[in-house]
């Protein structure tokens, strides 16, 4: 396992996440609000620094009003 890797994968699905909730207006606050899910852990998720679970993933997307794929669209 490259820890190295994965820890890149996080920190770019995590500048994709900040990039889409920006494009939608929405401060942290009003995401975690949406998708019940506290804004630490939404800005730990920004910043790449936890792995968030499907779930968790399926509430934010929601809130964003997208499909969970697109959290994945990224280089």
């Given at each position: 396992m490259n820890i190295h890797r994965d820890n890149e994968f996080l920190r770019k699905f995590g500048?994709?996440?900040?990039?889409?909730?920006?494009?939608g207006k929405l401060s942290q606050e009003a995401l975690s609000d949406k998708a019940e899910v506290p804004r630490s852990q939404i800005a730990r998720i920004e910043r790449g620094e936890v792995?968030?679970?499907?779930?968790?993933?399926?509430?934010?997307?929601?809130?964003?009003?997208?499909?969970?794929?697109?959290?994945?669209?990224?280089?």
């Amino acid at each position: 396992m490259n820890i190295h890797r994965d820890n890149e994968f996080l920190r770019k699905f995590g500048k994709n996440l900040r990039r889409i909730r920006q494009e939608g207006k929405l401060s942290q606050e009003a995401l975690s609000d949406k998708a019940e899910v506290p804004r630490s852990q939404i800005a730990r998720i920004e910043r790449g620094e936890v792995n968030p679970t499907i779930n968790t993933l399926k509430r934010i997307a929601d809130a964003l009003g997208i499909d969970v794929y697109q959290l994945f669209q990224f280089d």
